[in-house]
């Protein structure tokens, strides 16, 4: 007998083939396009299915933000991956974005149980049960489900609170025996990726404990592992057992098949395959555009709504060059944020590759679309020395070539693109010089025309996620936080330009990254 094991991961509320750049896009993901991958997989099963959500699906799309800020109704949402025909779901570190409140709800309307056994509070599972087990074809089939347990270092604490978040090995070793006792396949579902080459073992990040699966994998007892959070497309054995993570935003489904024999007290496997299956060339499932459509067409409505105009060229045309030499998008950004704190210096990141800054008329579909993080801003007192470390942290993106030309550092952008960890500054001026050793790169440093004074300190402005210390910014931390904005950066955004209906693009290119492209 066979057991398939179908998840998607990560799908960040992307339910429709849209990134909403533009209407009427038919684009290579999307949770509609990955059920059909999903029902073509069941339709084809030589034996029992189980199907997961595997985490990250209530917050990333505009959709997604309209339902949780707009209508404040995560129904609109969760009847949409209601219609896929999950078996089980578990949660992400971006289902706490909206506060545990706004999860709580949501998770309340879904047709499918969540499973989590880390996250506690009181001693207790907070949400939901820690596994499940199904009974399929006589198979006694154990879920045991697991976040990584990093969410306090990005998280804003008033989403959390009350909440601990419980080391995943530690975890897992304390379930898995017990479930190999009760079931005959045991599976654990992991919101968090790799920590490890997956054939060498060797460490491909610093060992923090945000992602532990290859660890995992070498606890006795676990038959099939599913992962997440990094946003890799992943399909292998790893000790002994198959893995997969499916990518972002419904580009593939990780699926696993067991070969299964009876014995004499159970089931046990003698064989295993992992695979990804593409979603990206397949027809949107219909059943999801059936549901999705009447919101997606509010929403497509909200983000055509204009806000501003624009007085010369905030475009983004380059995003590598637009983080090499300020560009009049990013300066905008940083002035929101000194707007809205009152802090006169500020730190912001392009996010990703996709945004394309602001054209001649900005609407909102414009803002959801650049800044896609729910993010709210925290300023830090800091030292003069601990804004000095965190520029050189920022200059740690960039490496030189062999042609001793400027490049991005190879970690971040794989195996998971990590753009938005590095940031720019408004407020001071500085050079990074890239052919210098690291944590030796900043060569000039000034505020107000003075050089920075390291026992000094001074406000900076910055989202709650860095704020926190995400992204290896070690001198940051909640303790050096003396106030915060609690509205929404896009809403602030938005205000902003209410304010400001017309807008000059300009940037005083404060900074300087060398050598020059």
């Known amino acids: 007998m066979k057991l398939t094991i179908l998840s998607t991961s990560d799908t960040h509320g992307f339910v429709l083939p849209t990134n909403y750049v533009k209407r009427d896009q038919n684009l290579p993901f999307s949770l509609a396009k990955a059920k059909t991958v999903l029902d ?70 879904l047709n499918y149980p969540t499973l989590n056994a880390n996250i506690t509070k009181a001693g207790q599972p907070a949400f939901g049960a820690p596994y499940k087990i199904f009974e399929r074809s006589g198979i006694k089939i154990a879920v045991l489900g697991l976040t990584t347990a990093y969410i306090p270092h990005w998280e804003a604490p008033k989403h959390i609170a009350d909440l601990q978040f419980e080391d995943v090995i530690a975890t897992a070793n304390d379930y898995v025996p017990r479930l190999r006792e009760e079931a005959d396949v045991v599976i654990v579902a992991y919101h968090g990726g790799f920590e490890r080459n997956l054939k060498t073992g060797e460490p491909t990040e610093r060992l923090t404990g945000e992602n532990v699966g290859y660890a995992l994998t070498q606890i006795p007892g676990i038959d099939a592992l599913i992962t997440g959070h990094q946003h890799r497309q992943l399909a292998a054995i790893v000790n002994g057992v198959p893995v997969t993570q499916p990518g972002y935003r419904g580009e593939a489904v990780g699926k696993i098949t067991l070969t299964l024999a009876q014995t004499t007290t159970g089931y046990q496997v ?12 397949v027809n949107p499932s219909a059943v999801i555009e059936q549901v999705a459509e009447p919101l997606n067409q509010v929403v497509e409505t909200w983000l055509d709504q204009p806000l501003a105009r624009v007085e010369g060229d905030m475009r983004i045309h380059d995003p590598f060059a637009a983080r090499v030499k300020e560009v009049p998008y990013i300066e905008f950004i940083q002035r929101v944020q000194m707007a809205s704190t009152g802090a006169d210096i500020s730190g912001t990141a392009l996010f990703n590759n996709e945004g394309r800054g602001f054209g001649s008329t900005i609407t909102m579909r414009d803002v959801v679309t650049n800044y896609i993080y729910p993010n709210t801003l925290a300023v830090l007192r800091l030292t003069g020395a601990e804004l000095k470390a965190a520029l050189e942290q920022c200059a740690t993106y960039f490496s030189l070539n062999a042609q001793g030309q400027l490049m991005v550092t190879p970690r971040f952008e794989r195996p998971k693109p990590q753009h938005y960890n590095y940031d720019m500054y408004q407020g001071i001026d500085y050079t990074l010089d890239i052919s210098k050793p690291v944590k ?78």
């Not at 089980?88 to 545990?100: K, L, R, T, V």
């Open 440 to 517: 030796q790169r900043v060569t000039k440093l000034t505020y107000h025309g003075k050089p920075v004074v390291s026992t000094q300190t001074y406000d900076v402005v910055m989202n709650q996620y860095r704020a926190a210390g995400g992204g290896n910014f070690a001198m940051f931390g909640p303790e050096k936080v003396i106030r915060e904005n609690q509205k929404d950066m896009t809403e602030l955004i938005a205000d902003y330009l209410k304010a400001h209906p017309v807008l000059k693009a300009e940037a005083d290119h404060n900074f300087t990254v060398v050598p020059s492209m």
């Open 40 to 109: 073509a997989q069941k339709a084809m099963a030589e034996g029992p299915v189980l199907t997961i959500e595997n985490g990250d699906w209530l917050q990333g799309s505009p959709l997604a933000y309209y339902a949780a800020k707009m209508s404040r109704k995560p129904e609109q949402l969760t009847q949409i991956y209601n219609a896929v025909g999950y078996d089980a779901g578990i949660i992400g570190n971006h289902e706490f974005n909206y506060g545990s409140d706004y999860l709580r709800q949501a998770l309340a309307t």
């Open 270 to 281: 003698t064989d295993q395959q992992a695979v990804l299956v593409k979603a990206g060339t």
